[in-house]
Nanobody
Framework: QVRLEQSGGGLVQAGGSLRLSCAAS????????MGWFRQAPGKEREFVAT????????HYADFVKGRFTISRDNTKNTLILQMNSLKPEDTAVYYC???????????????WGQGTQVTVSS
């Protein structure tokens, strides 16, 4: 059974940076297409970024392009989201997700991390 454990996040001023990590276990990391979603108060969960199993293909939501970078550390079985130039509207709970059904590249996940709060002050 795939398990995702998130770390990182916190409080930062606008313009600052944060790094989120998501460690996967229970399945070979290279078998998991993974990505990030977020959910702000009173809003639906929305897609942020995704990376293919081999990290050769990535896709970002328009509102994070040029500011966020998704990457995979295969030596540590960890998915990373580097967030730069943060804005108050980036404030949300961020969730990592994984597709354990064998897709090479996916933004439809059946396994989720526990979520981590990111708060950006103005």
């Amino acid at each position: 059974q795939v398990r995702l454990e998130q770390s990182g996040g916190g409080l930062v001023q606008a313009g600052g940076s944060l790094r989120l990590s998501c460690a996967a276990s229970g399945r070979a990391f290279s078998e998991l297409a993974m990505g990030w979603f977020r959910q702000a108060p009173g809003k639906e969960r929305e897609f942020v970024a995704t990376a293919s199993r081999s990290d050769d293909r990535t896709h970002y939501a328009d509102f994070v392009k040029g500011r966020f970078t998704i990457s995979r550390d295969n030596t540590k079985n960890t998915l990373i989201l580097q967030m730069n130039s943060l804005k108050p509207e980036d404030t949300a709970v961020y969730y990592c997700g994984a597709d354990s059904r064998g897709s090479h590249y996916s933004a439809e996940y059946d396994v989720w991390g526990q979520g981590t709060q990111v708060t950006v002050s103005s």
